[in-house]
């Protein structure tokens, strides 16, 4: 088999390139280097990828027609996880948005279509539920109220996931992910701007009262289902949409996450408390009862312990 990936230069498509070249499958990655952070930490999450002969890098804007010509004709499967990703962002830039998630996801359906590629696994997002008062999210709530650009986006991206299933008889699922954090995590999310700050003996800044609350899902096991996913779509009948949570099924406050790092680097933590910002949801908390009966998910790795597997990683490779 092989595998697109799109984002794959990022946190999560990074590690899984690593996890299907360790299999023994050969991957094509393509990913634009947005410079929404460095471009030589996603340089730097492809340096094992590149030692196998197995795996083609291509750099290139989904958007952009013509990038889908060099993609191989081998390619019988793709993973899309090239996003603009962000809650704060997206409701400054709402149109950029929706022209990458939702024109480029557009672009990736009619590639998968006229190549004839049948098998099509989507990255969604836990923000899709919104404020939803109802917990653990299941797959079968109601998402139709996003309080956000971004979530909206994903939203919008599941439909479009549907709608191609059912007219050209794609095997789709949609994997909506819940907090994904661990080695190589973007350095603008908060687990790892954190641990910058808590290192550099600068103050956090806590948006609200510290009781808003994440089901933080660590990259171990977000990859595992993943590559069940992709289990899912190859034996799955034609024509098959599912939409799947991926995460721990445990709920974290921000004040938990603070004080739970701040332990693990052994610094005692200064907190400014600012307002609470717009688009972020009170809580997320999957039930993850589907992933389990249809990709056998299985995630193992508790809170305090990705932590300081998470801060292991920064103190040897992540400061830079």
Same mark, same amino acid.
């Given at each position: 088999?092989?595998?697109?990936?799109?984002?794959?230069?990022?946190?999560?498509?990074?590690?899984?390139?690593?996890?299907?070249?360790?299999?023994?499958?050969?991957?094509?990655?393509?990913?634009?280097?947005?410079?929404?952070?460095?471009?030589?930490?996603?340089?730097?999450?492809?340096? /094992?990828?590149?030692?196998?002969?197995?795996?083609?890098?291509?750099?290139?804007?989904?958007?952009?027609?013509?990038?889908?010509?060099?993609?191989?004709?081998?390619?019988?499967?793709?993973?899309?996880?090239?996003?603009?990703?962000?809650?704060?962002?997206?409701?400054?830039?709402?149109?950029?948005?929706?022209?990458?998630?939702?024109?480029?996801?557009?672009?990736?359906?009619?590639?998968?279509?006229?190549?004839?590629?049948?098998?099509?696994?989507?990255?969604?997002?836990?923000?899709?539920?919104?404020?939803?008062?109802?917990?653990?999210?299941?797959?079968?709530?109601?998402?139709?109220?996003?309080?956000?650009?971004?979530? /909206?986006?994903?939203?919008?991206?599941?439909?479009?996931?549907?709608?191609?299933?059912?007219?050209?008889?794609?095997?789709?699922?949609?994997?909506?992910?819940?907090?994904?954090?661990?080695?190589?995590?973007?350095?603008?999310?908060?687990?790892?701007?954190? /641990?910058?700050?808590?290192?550099?003996?600068?103050?956090?800044?806590?948006?609200?009262?510290?009781?808003?609350?994440?089901?933080?899902?660590?990259?171990?096991?977000?990859?595992?289902?993943?590559?069940?996913?992709?289990?899912?779509?190859?034996?799955?009948?034609?024509?098959?949409?599912?939409?799947?949570?991926?995460?721990?099924?445990?709920?974290?406050?921000?004040?938990?996450?603070?004080?739970?790092?701040?332990?693990?680097?052994?610094?005692?933590?200064?907190?400014?408390?600012?307002?609470?910002?717009?688009?972020?949801?009170?809580?997320?908390?999957?039930?993850?009862?589907?992933?389990?009966?249809?990709?056998?998910?299985?995630?193992?790795?508790?809170?305090?312990?990705?932590?300081?597997?998470?801060?292991?990683?920064?103190?040897?490779?992540?400061?830079?």
């Amino acid at each position: 088999m092989s595998t697109l990936v799109t984002g794959h230069a990022g946190f999560i498509g990074s590690h899984l390139v690593d996890t299907l070249l360790a299999e023994g499958e050969e991957v094509v990655g393509l990913d634009n280097r947005d410079p929404f952070y460095p471009t030589a930490v996603k340089e730097g999450n492809l340096a /094992a990828a590149r030692d196998h002969q197995g795996f083609l890098d291509l750099e290139g804007d989904i958007r952009d027609p013509a990038i889908y010509e060099r993609i191989p004709p081998e390619v019988n499967r793709i993973v899309h996880l090239a996003a603009l990703a962000g809650v704060r962002p997206s409701i400054r830039e709402p149109a950029r948005y929706q022209s990458v998630n939702l024109e480029g996801t557009t672009r990736l359906l009619e590639f998968a279509r006229e190549r004839e590629i049948g098998r099509f696994v989507f990255a969604s997002s836990s923000s899709v539920y919104g404020n939803n008062e109802k917990v653990p999210f299941s797959e079968d709530d109601p998402v139709d109220y996003p309080i956000s650009p971004y979530a /909206a986006t994903k939203r919008a991206g599941e439909l479009l996931c549907h709608t191609w299933a059912h007219l050209f008889e794609m095997r789709v699922i949609c994997l909506r992910f819940f907090t994904v954090y661990g080695p190589r995590q973007r350095p603008d999310l908060a687990i790892h701007k954190f /641990a910058r700050l808590l290192d550099q003996g600068e103050p956090l800044p806590m948006f609200g009262d510290g009781t808003t609350r994440r089901d933080y899902t660590y990259i171990d096991d977000v990859i595992q289902g993943v590559t069940g996913a992709i289990g899912w779509v190859d034996r799955a009948p034609e024509g098959a949409f599912q939409i799947v949570n991926l995460g721990e099924s445990q709920t974290v406050s921000l004040q938990e996450m603070i004080d739970t790092l701040a332990q693990a680097m052994e610094v005692e933590p200064e907190i400014r408390q600012l307002p609470e910002q717009p688009g972020d949801v009170e809580q997320t908390w999957a039930d993850v009862t589907r992933a389990r009966e249809l990709l056998g998910y299985d995630p193992r790795v508790a809170f305090p312990e990705g932590i300081r597997r998470f801060v292991e990683w920064y103190r040897e490779e992540g400061r830079g």
